[in-house]
Each structure stands twice: as structure tokens, then as C-alpha cells.
């Protein structure tokens, strides 16, 4: 979550019925089914009794682009498998290097890496299990003067033509200072805010397009047939697409099942709602809600394309759909004539419950369809949510939410609101954040890819939030800030969960009193969560942070924090950061934080950055591939000459294997409080993640 006072931690801002749940296929089964496919590549024989050549070697099935088993146990079960186009069978495309660098195609690529394809190129997967369903994630380039362009990708399975594709890059490509412009040639936005860059011809130091961002869309395609595994599946750029290059970062295949099917329920078509999609359907579905309230019933949208320009407002009513893959509740942004009391300039499809202070909605579940928002710009008083308002005792499941501002931003005071099993994708903002107030709620098994912000947030503005969780979900690529972050709050707990490849100004999970947030009481929990490829650049700052970061901004944070059995995995720079700001490293700090069981697998710099007062404890934590000394202190800068005031309690177990830079990582030398402080350590890139003997 980025607002303008505070876009970046730095000295100067820079802007700131249910269905039942699909499973992921055990890995077990995967395997089995790869190796199956492994052997019979290999045995085919040709005349004579000779063998021929394999027709394509095995699929690489990844989770967040790595082998299942460093992620087993952690993240959001699934239903499709994961292939990336780094891995794919074949292609004569080119590869697209990895690179963390903001900006780039590769740093916002799962992974880091992408394959491109120019026109008359193409790339192909064998299927690891019987699919009919394809979900491909892309970036086409943008229009000369922004807003997107269209161009195809043709698809086969064995040869036989499938539904071609029209991608888009008409959500994409964002450019320059907070909140963002549609537009690569505009110069800044705020003239009067410090930018680091220097580097252009402009008397301000500026080259358009300035800070490209927001590369990716997805797109999914139903086959229409199945087709068994080891097949293999073509993406082909055909000659004279619009777009110069196609690049292709990964494909989730999936086998579909039936849709859902209510009979007895409020029916919307019988309301008079369009199921292609050409009349707008809000009023046929509001009047099927009111019946379904009189009735008791549950509202059914059937298989098709409903057409909604504006909120729907829920209460007390459950809506289910046939399934995210055949019922799509769409709309088009629309300008309002007036700003609504809120600021709303705009408005668009959503489902919104009431204001908390009009007593909020009660007893909504929405469960098993899609929401297509048609947002591209970035305006935070906008109310173009995928769902809104304040929704006590209410449930959210199987639903699949893209090109939203945010997908599911709910505002207390509310509680016991429950959100599992949804797919929230291509955000201009949050996939999902609990603000104000927001109490006993929880948010599981839920996938989420390419934000323009925090993946996953809880924001304790005004009104305290208390008791809720994140367990066993999946955050990827978020563009900007954090993949899960936690503004102040009660007993907040963050379980299970897996984050990858956050990109700039932000990292993989993060506590911070910042934003206004109410402090942080009672315990903050993160346990068995892994996060890979994080540690960011802090772009403002100039230094890298950790793929856990705790920052004291607003107030120090002084509640027990308690990080368990994480596993931070191939950090760009740090893996651990505590921090405050330099206005007000000797006001704040962060105190009684305990590391235990934790290991650290790869780190371009340290295990500990300390950049602020304090201090913590480390229990098992063990750390192999270390770039630089294992605990950069630097305390408040000040640099007494009793030491760094920040201070480390070794209580055992603490671990180091591999070739670490400085020997083990936790020393004798630097307890309690040795000033290590290196501002700017040059980054050693570890090797790739493997598994813990």
C-alpha cells in the first residue's frame, strides 16, 4: 500500500452454497504422471528397432517458479500446475535473461526470466496432466502514446488449432511518479518531489518513458476439448501481429470441471439479465436479489457474460455462480457526472456491501464466478473495487477477480468475514486489504498475481484491526511495495503463505507503523511462510531491504513480534531487515522480535540488516550462502562507542553451511551489539535455492 506521503521508505517520498475446494494435485501424482511421460518419450522405436528421438522432454512443473518440494506444505492449493516459459519444451523464441532490475520485463517476470517471441515464433509445453484449460501470462508492448494495443496468439494442442487469443496490453504499462499516468511521454507528475534518477537530457535529470512498470496481463482459454498429458500444447505469434515482440512468462494448464448447476434458487435470466453480455444486467440481478430475500433463496448466475457498469449492493443474500471459468460479471469503467461524497470519479462493476456507518452488510456469500473490472489508471479515491464496503459473518469463495483497482478492499468496522479459494489477478492496486477495523477475519487459499501494490494487506487506520489471519496463500510479482504487509493491529497472524518476486519499494512481508496505523499490540505472528527472490533495492534509499522487513516509521514498534519457521530463499540483498527513518531513527525502535527455526537459503548480502534501536533474539536460525557479513549493524547511525544500539541475543542452534561469505553467520565477535555497519555492501548473487539436507 503506497500513498503519497509515504511512497517509499525513504528520507524524501516519492509519492508514496459453497463449491468444493479443487486441490492442487498432490506432488506425488505429478511426478508420477512426468515420469510416465519421461519413460514413454524415451521408448519409442523406430524401423529396424531403433530408438527415436524423444519428442519433447518432460514438463517442469513449478510453484512461484520453484520445484514443488522447497514450497511443500506453504501456499494456496490449486488447480492448475505451473509451467514457466524459462523451462518450456521447445521454442525459437529468445530467452529473456533474469534480472531483478526495476523496470524491466525480467525483474516483473515470475522467476525473473521470460521467454520473447517476434512474429512467425512460438513456444510449446507438454501437458503434465489431462487439461482444458489454459492460462497464460503475457506482455505485449503499449501503444507509441499509451493505451495499449491488441495483437494475437494463435494456439494448438498436438497440431490440431485451438480458440486463438487476442491479448492486450490495454491494462497494462504504467509510467512515472505515484499514482501513475497511462501516458509514456508525460513528464513528471510532481516536479517538486526528489527522484533519484539523473539521467537524461532533461534539466531535471529525467528520460521518458520514466519508470516503466506494470508489464504483465494473463489471459485464460478454455480449449474445448480435454486433452490427455504429454500432449503438446503450441503458443504461435503468428506473421503480422501488431505486437514486435509477445513475451511469454508462464502457463497454468487446468482441467475444468462441470459448472455448477442451483435449481432451486432465484435464477437471474429470469429476471431478465443478458447472458451475452450486450444489455447492462445490474437491475435484472438487484431485482433477483430482492426476491431471493423475500424467498430465502440464493441467487444463480447461470453459465454466460453479465454485463454490470456499477455497483450491486449485498445484504443478507448468497450469490453463486456456475463457476469462475463460465460465469463472468464484467463492466466498463464509467465517469461519473459528479464526484461522489466519497470522491469517486468514477464507478464500475463490483459487488459492495454497506457502509460500516450505515451499519454495514451482514450474512453475504458470494462464491464460484468472475469479476472483470475495466480499470487502467490508478485515482485512490476511486470506488472501482472488485468488492467494497463492510461485510460481517459473510464468506468469499472461488471467485476470480482481474483488472480491479483492488480486488476485495474491505472497510470497517466489520467482522468475520471469511475469503478462501479465489484468484485475484492484474490489479492496479491491492489484491485484498482489511481497513479499519476489521476483526476475526481470514483470508486462505488464495492465489494472487501481479498487483500494482500490496498483494495482501491489513491497514488499522482509525480503528485498531484485531485477531485475523492470513494462512496458506499465494502472493506473486506484486509491481510495487509489499507481497504481504501489516499496518498496527491486534494479534495479527500470517501463516502458510508463500511470496514471490516483489519487485520495488517494498519486499516479501512486511510490518511497518506507517500510514497512521493504530500501534502494533498484543503478538504479530508470521510462521511457516516462504518467501523467494525478495530482499528488494529500496530505489529511494539506495540499499536493500529483507525478505522480511520491519520498520518503525510512525511510532517504534514495541509489541511482541514472533517470526517462526519461515524459509527466506534466494534474497536479492538481505533476508531480515529492521529499520526505522532516518528523520526519526532517535525517536523510534523496534524491540522484543524472536527469530526461531527459520533458515535462510541465499542472501546477496547479510542474514541481519539493524538500521534502527532495539534489538532481537535468534533461535535456529539457520543460514547457508551468505553474500556478506552475517549481521550488518548499524543501529541509529550514531555509532557510540558502546556499541550499536541495536542489540542480538543468541540463544542457540544458530547455524551456518554453505560457502557464506564471512564464515558463520551469527558470531561470537559480533554479540551483542558490534557495529558492522556497511551502508552499502556490494551484492554477491547466491546460488540457486535446493533442498535442506
Not at 523496470?103 to 482444458?132: C, D
Not at 534489538?615 to 547457508?624: K, P, Q
Request: charged share 20%; proline share 7%.
Amino acid at each position: 500500500m503506497t500513498r503519497a506521503h509515504d511512497a517509499a521508505p525513504g528520507v524524501r517520498p516519492d509519492g508514496p452454497a459453497h463449491h468444493p475446494r479443487r486441490r492442487r494435485p498432490a506432488v506425488g501424482a505429478v511426478v508420477a504422471v512426468v515420469t510416465a511421460i519421461a519413460v514413454a518419450a524415451t521408448t519409442v522405436t523406430g524401423a529396424g528397432g531403433a530408438v527415436a528421438a524423444a519428442p519433447a522432454p518432460p514438463p517442469v512443473i513449478t510453484r512461484a517458479a520453484l520445484a514443488p518440494s522447497l514450497v511443500e506444505g506453504r501456499g494456496a492449493d490449486v488447480p492448475f500446475l505451473e509451467q514457466e516459459a524459462e523451462h518450456a519444451a521447445a521454442t525459437t523464441g529468445a530467452l529473456l535473461p533474469e534480472s531483478r532490475d526495476a523496470y524491466t520485463l525480467a525483474a516483473e517476470a515470475s522467476g525473473r526470466s521470460a521467454v520473447q517471441l517476434a512474429p512467425g515464433q512460438w513456444i510449446e509445453f507438454t501437458l503434465p496432466a489431462r487439461t482444458n484449460a489454459i492460462t497464460v501470462r503475457y506482455s505485449i508492448p503499449d501503444a507509441p502514446n499509451g493505451g495499449g494495443i491488441r495483437s494475437p496468439l494463435e494456439v494448438s494442442v498436438d497440431g490440431r488449432r485451438a480458440p486463438s487469443m487476442s491479448l492486450t496490453s490495454e491494462y497494462s504499462w504504467l509510467y512515472n511518479q505515484y499514482s501513475f499516468t497511462n501516458d509514456p511521454n508525460a513528464g513528471l507528475l510532481h516536479p517538486d518531489w526528489w527522484v533519484v534518477e539523473r539521467d537524461g537530457p532533461d534539466p531535471l535529470g529525467i528520460s521518458t518513458p520514466f519508470r516503466p512498470m506494470h508489464f504483465y496481463d494473463e489471459q485464460r482459454l478454455h480449449l474445448g476439448r480435454s486433452h490427455p498429458a504429454g500432449s503438446t500444447l503450441r503458443l504461435s505469434v503468428p506473421q503480422g501481429a501488431a505486437a514486435a515482440l509477445t513475451t511469454i512468462d508462464l502457463v497454468d494448464t487446468e482441467l475444468v470441471g462441470l459448472p455448477h448447476v442451483r435449481f432451486r434458487a432465484a435464477n437471474v435470466l429470469a429476471f431478465g439479465a443478458d447472458p451475452f453480455g450486450k444489455r447492462d444486467s445490474a437491475g435484472a440481478i438487484e431485482r433477483a436479489i430482492a426476491f431471493a430475500q423475500r424467498t430465502d433463496l440464493p441467487v444463480y448466475l447461470p453459465p454466460g457474460t453479465f454485463r454490470v457498469d456499477r455497483h450491486i449492493i449485498v445484504d443478507d443474500v448468497t450469490i453463486e455462480g456456475a463457476g469462475s471459468w463460465y460465469t463472468i460479471v464484467k463492466g466498463t469503467e464509467v465517469a461519473l457526472d459528479e464526484p461522489l461524497p466519497d470522491g469517486s470519479i468514477h464507478t464500475g462493476v463490483g459487488f459492495y456491501g454497506k457502509p460500516a456507518a450505515e451499519g454495514g452488510s451482514r450474512d453475504v456469500h458470494l462464491s464460484g464466478f468472475t469479476i472483470r473490472g475495466d480499470v487502467r489508471e490508478r485515482i485512490d479515491t476511486d470506488q472501482v473495487n472488485g468488492i467494497g464496503g463492510a461485510l460481517s459473518d459473510s464468506t468469499i469463495e472461488g471467485l476470480y477477480i482481474e483488472h480491479t483497482k483492488v480486488g476485495i478492499w474491505l472497510d470497517g468496522p466489520m467482522s468475520n468475514v471469511h475469503i478462501r479459494d479465489t484468484m485475484i489477478v492484474d490489479q492496479i492496486a491491492d489484491a485484498i486489504n482489511f481497513h479499519t477495523g476489521v476483526t476475526d477475519s481470514i483470508v486462505e487459499h488464495t492465489f494472487v498475481r501481479n498487483t500494482g501494490d500490496d498483494g495482501l494487506a491489513m491497514w488499522a487506520e482509525g480503528t485498531t484491526n484485531e485477531r485475523n489471519t492470513f494462512l496458506r496463500n499465494t502472493v506473486q510479482t506484486p509491481t510495487l511495495a509489499n507481497g504481504i504487509a501489516i499496518y498496527g493491529g491486534t494479534d495479527i497472524t500470517v501463516e502458510g503463505n508463500l511470496v514471490a518476486d516483489p519487485i520495488r519499494e517494498g519486499s516479501g512481508l512486511h510490518a511497518g507503523s506507517r500510514f497512521g496505523a493504530q500501534p502494533f499490540a498484543g503478538t504479530l505472528r508470521f510462521t511457516d511462510n516462504t518467501v523467494v527472490r525478495a530482499g528488494t533495492f529500496e530505489l529511494n534509499w539506495r540499499v536493500g531491504l529483507g525478505a522480511i522487513w520491519l520498520y518503525a516509521l510512525d511510532r517504534s514498534i514495541e509489541s511482541r513480534v514472533e517470526v517462526t519457521g519461515d524459509h527466506y530463499l534466494d534474497s536479492t540483498y538481505n533476508a531480515i531487515m529492521l529499520v526505522s527513518d532516518w528523520g526519526v531513527k532517535d525517536l523510534y525502535s523496534i524491540d522484543d522480535v524472536a527469530f526461531r527455526d527459520v533458515r535462510v537459503d541465499g542472501t546477496g548480502t547479510s542474514v541481519v540488516s539493524a538500521r534502527v534501536a532495539g534489538g532481537a533474539s535468534f533461535e535456529n536460525v539457520d543460514a547457508r550462502n551468505v553474500g556478506a557479513v552475517g549481521i550488518n549493524n548499524c543501529g541509529s547511525f550514531n555509532f557510540p562507542a558502546s556499541g550499536s544500539e541495536f542489540s542480538i541475543a543468541d540463544l542457540g542452534g544458530n547455524d551456518s553451511s554453505g560457502a557464506n561469505t564471512t564464515g558463520p553467520w551469527l558470531a561470537p565477535w559480533e554479540l551483542p551489539n558490534t557495529i558492522t555497519c556497511d551502508d552499502r555492501p556490494p551484492r554477491v548473487a547466491p546460488p540457486a535455492p535446493s533442498p535442506w539436507s
